[in-house]
């Protein structure tokens, strides 16, 4: 794990090395930096989500204005709203033209911990400041405003830094977290043994029945 505070690798990923599946851009992902506003969070677990063969993505129903930038090119922020109440950050996958992405679920601050602190006021500990895909996007300040960012881009607001690729042996999957759909699928990353990574709760409607009427965390 790393301390916060440290320094991570400061080489930005390229968009072919995230043209890939969204399975193995997740993987890829794993330990990587997303830096943004002098914060920068080492992503610790990911979900990744396909287009036209996958019906708990955005993408299963086709294109439309709010996913637009799911379809391409690689390498860019999709960032949504949901409930009323939360925006999600996903890096987008595969070629332009064929929907893709990962959305990030969690991760651990390893620079800009006194502002990730001051936006997140009620985390009773650092490793729950990022811990969440709302709790990520808000220690980060990202919102609607940076959907379409280009993570590769110096210049831009947010950028995807390279790490070391991790040992296979630290990487965990399991289902993914609270979707309605397509529940068993596989297709959640984490670093085994991090205390940042997020609670899992299982989708569909005969769980969400048998939990607190809160909404339910975003896919």
Known sequence: MSVAG??????????????????DAAKLLLGCVLEADDVRVRL?????????????????RGRTARNEVMFGPAGHLYVYFVYGMHFCANVVSLTDGVPGAVLLRAGEVVAGVDVARSRRPTSRSD??????????????????????????????????????????????????????????????????????????????KA?????????????
Not at 6 to 23: F, I
Request: aromatic fraction near 4%.
């Open 127 to 204: 490793a729950e400041l990022a811990k969440g895909p709302a709790r990520l996007t808000g220690v980060l300040g990202l919102d609607r405003a940076h959907n379409g960012a280009d993570l590769i881009d110096p210049s831009s607001p947010v950028r995807l830094l390279a790490s070391d690729p991790l040992p296979p042996s630290t990487i965990r999957t399991g289902p993914r977290v609270g979707v309605a759909v397509a529940m068993d699928v596989p297709w959640r990353f984490w670093i085994d043994g991090s205390r940042t990574v997020s609670t899992y709760r299982r989708g569909g």
């Open 207 to 219: 769980a969400r029945q048998t939990r607190s009427p809160a909404p339910r965390l975003p896919r």
């Open 44 to 60: 610790t677990e990911v979900e990744a989500y396909r287009g036209g063969d996958d019906p708990a993505s955005h993408c299963y």
């Open 6 to 23: 440290s320094l991570p690798p400061s080489r930005q990923l390229t968009r072919s090395e995230l043209a890939v599946d969204p399975v």
